[in-house]
């Protein structure tokens, strides 16, 4: 699972990274991202790259409410053309996540060790996602984003089970509205190993409501 992740990079450096319009709204640093939070999300409209904000955590557009978010922050490659809340934003709304880093915790006995991964060549990345828009009650529209996770490269593994796809020079392809299951499926592999970094972080990163960049120094 990726539960958290670092998106704390510019509107210039967004800008330059991805090829997008700035926006007309406020960007805010995060070290600390978490779910149900408003994120920078990268669709393509209109044949070009349009930068929105979106919650973390998919609700499907049938969903009867909002608690759907908390159980779909993450979409397994391996099911996504299966289960009933991923396969039509898999068909039609894939997105991409622009991410500095992101978070995992490994065991040592009872303590949950947070570590932070990055990349050697790429300081701004994009992890694979869908998106969904979702009328509230009150008739209003939400739209809401989840990261598609995939089996961990060697360098992951060590930390956890899961990681999250990191598109590379995919990225572009993964955006394309096109009805080629099978190329878009081949995209969502791991990450190579050898072009990551990690480090042990603060514990203070547990907590979802502390948001500074001390979160992502190197401790030990």
């Not at 920078?40 to 759907?68: C, N, R, T, Y």
Request: aromatic fraction near 12%.
């Amino acid at each position: 699972m990726c539960g958290r992740y670092g998106m704390f990079s510019t509107f210039a450096e967004i800008k330059d990274r991805f090829r997008v319009k700035i926006p007309d709204f406020e960007l805010r640093t995060h070290y600390n991202a978490a779910p149900s939070q408003l994120l920078p999300v990268i669709i393509e409209h209109d044949q070009e790259h349009e930068l929105k904000l979106m919650q973390w955590g998919l609700i499907p557009s049938w969903a009867k409410d909002a608690s759907f978010q908390y159980k779909t922050i993450n979409a397994r490659a391996e099911t996504i053309t299966e289960l009933a809340s991923y396969k039509n934003a898999f068909k039609s709304r894939r997105c991409i996540i622009p991410a500095n880093g992101f978070y995992e915790w490994v065991r040592d006995g009872k303590i949950k060790i947070p570590m932070y991964f990055t990349l050697k060549s790429e300081p701004i990345f994009a992890f694979a996602g869908l998106w969904d828009s979702w009328k509230n009650p009150l008739g209003q529209t939400v739209e809401t984003f989840t990261i598609v996770t995939t089996e961990p490269n060697e360098l992951v593994s060590k930390v956890h089970d899961r990681m999250p796809v990191i598109l590379g020079e995919n990225e572009n392809e993964w955006l394309t509205n096109g009805n080629d299951k099978d190329f878009y499926l081949s995209l969502l592999k791991p990450y190579p190993a050898d072009d990551m970094n990690v480090w042990q972080v603060s514990q203070l990163v547990n907590k979802s409501s502390y948001d500074s960049p001390e979160l992502i120094e190197k401790v030990n």
